[in-house]
């Protein structure tokens, strides 16, 4: 059975991606509800993500508000990986205008240098065209990469794959 | 209308500062930071048997040290890159840098908490910031190759070349290690440092086969870094992987390896008491404050 305190801690979001709740995000990782006690798990999507501790207010307002006394903590392992993203998130992503990540690199052996720009298959969140350029791995979070459209020309965010 | 509503804000006011009524007393409604998070909240940090806690906690703070001031070093670069991509691209690698040494500031912390310096009794100041902004140089355990004062940016290239390079690959074997939290620490950095060594090797590529100018800068900033590329690989246990790596850049960039000794001696350079001046000059003028 699905707690109400599970329910009431999947549906906050991502401070920087709003429309994604942190359990479309996969940071959620456990709700544990004792009574009124609740302890819910979150795992950082990046070591230095600034957006962890607002999840974690976050999450203690909205539970405080529904009646539960909640308790934030870290899990480090398993690390996130944009595969926990869910389709619905994806689908979230791409209705206001992000692009969602493909799968994530596999882990196994050395992990190979890429001098070349990452080669990945994004097609233009707003205009669909599948020519698309890579400007920079890094964008204004941790998560995204920056991308143009070489049709509608307009730029867009990529969610990275990790 | 009531004439109170639009009254001249008071902010010595009984009731108040004029601030109090845009945020009530919900304080997360504030920008990030703002309030203390224990980065290893709840995760359990009970050091193995087999294990001894002080060398563990030696190696973490080493480990978290590098990180950190190698995150001051390309904060630096905020606004003052050549471009606003490398701007951008800089200060997310200083941020992902600055998330691992709180992870390990805060293990290594939890580990031996006697490293960890003694402020006043009731100081709000939680351990990784004591150890961040309460240490003189001489305890820092960061190699001297990331306290470097930053030169032009083919430097900073070369620079993080060697250090994400080292770093990788020692993360990639740390990601089994017998403490979990270390093991769990690593294996997150890995995925992080293969994004800032893709970066620092695609751009020494770019550099070194740019134009004259680009190529002169980068061999300069190699030639400047290179000495303390022994101690480098001497600290992070780094074996002939990463010499195949580098190897392969070179490579490609058509650059030799520079053939200049290492720097002699231990210890720090003077570099690194004027970068900790100026990172805990604020935390060490209000050692009770809270931020």
Redesign the interface.
């Known amino acids: 059975m699905v707690s109400t305190a599970y329910a009431v801690a999947a549906s906050v979001t991502d ?1 920087e991606m709003p429309m994604l709740t942190l359990a479309d995000l996969g940071v959620l990782r456990e709700v544990e509800q004792c009574g009124r006690d609740v ?1 819910v ?1 979150i795992t ?1 999507t ?9 999840m ?3 999450l ?2 909205r539970l405080s508000d529904a009646g539960f006394d909640a ?10 990986s944009s595969d926990w993203i869910t389709e619905h998130g994806r689908q979230a992503l791409r209705d206001h205008g992000l692009s969602a990540p493909g799968p994530a690199p596999t ?1 196994g052996g ?2 190979p ?6 080669a990945r298959l994004v097609s233009c969140p707003r205009c669909g065209s599948a020519k698309t350029e890579l ?6 979070t ?1 998560c995204k990469a ?1 991308y143009r459209c070489s049709d509608c020309r307009e730029p867009f965010e990529h969610v ?1 794959e ?1 | 209308m009531n004439d109170d509503e639009h009254s001249t804000p008071d902010p010595n006011d009984q009731h108040g500062s004029v601030y109090d009524g845009l945020l009530g007393t ?3 409604q504030w920008a ?4 203390f ?1 224990d ?5 359990d940090t009970t050091v193995p048997d087999d294990l001894d806690a002080g060398e563990l906690a030696t190696y973490c703070l080493a480990l978290g040290d590098d990180a950190l001031v190698m995150s001051h070093r390309l904060s630096e670069w905020c606004s003052n890159a050549p471009d606003l ?1 490398e701007d ?2 800089l ?3 200083a ?6 040494a ?2 390990l500031l805060a293990r290594a912390a939890a580990a031996d908490p006697a490293l960890v310096p003694a402020l006043p009794q009731g100081s709000p100041v939680p351990v990784e910031d004591a150890l961040a902004f309460f240490r003189e140089a001489i305890d820092f355990h960061n190699v001297r190759l990331v306290e470097l004062p930053n030169g032009d940016f083919a430097h900073t290239v070369a620079r993080l070349l060697l250090f994400s390079t080292v770093r ?2 020692a993360f ?1 074997k740390l990601a089994t290690h017998r403490d ?2 270390l ?3 690593a ?6 440092l ?2 800032h ?3 620092a ?2 751009w020494f ?1 770019t550099l070194a086969q740019g134009t004259e100018e680009s190529r002169r800068r980068l061999l300069a900033g190699l030639t400047d870094v290179w000495p303390l590329h022994d101690e480098l690989i001497r600290a992070y246990d780094a074996g002939p ?1 990463v010499d195949v ?1 580098l190897d ?2 070179f490579a ?1 960039s058509a650059v030799e390896r520079p053939e200049v000794g290492s720097m002699t001696g231990r210890g720090h350079t003077e570099a690194l008491s004027r970068l900790l001046a100026e990172m805990q000059v604020v935390a060490r003028a209000h050692p009770e404050g809270l931020w």
């Open positions: 401070p302890v798990t950082p990046y070591s230095g993500c600034p957006a962890m501790a607002t974690r207010d976050d203690v307002h308790r934030v903590v870290v899990a480090l392992s398993p690390a996130w882990s050395p992990i240098l890429t001098l070349m720009p990452t400007t920079s791995e890094f964008g204004a941790a920056l990275k990790i | 919900d304080t997360s990030f930071g703002t309030d998070e980065p290893l909240a709840g995760v991509e951008i691209a200060a997310n690698i941020l992902d840098l600055l998330g691992q709180r992870l990788l690959a990639e979990p939290v093991a769990a620490i294996a997150k950095g890995v995925k992080e293969a994004y060594r893709d970066y090797g695609r590529l992987d790596i392969q850049v490609v």
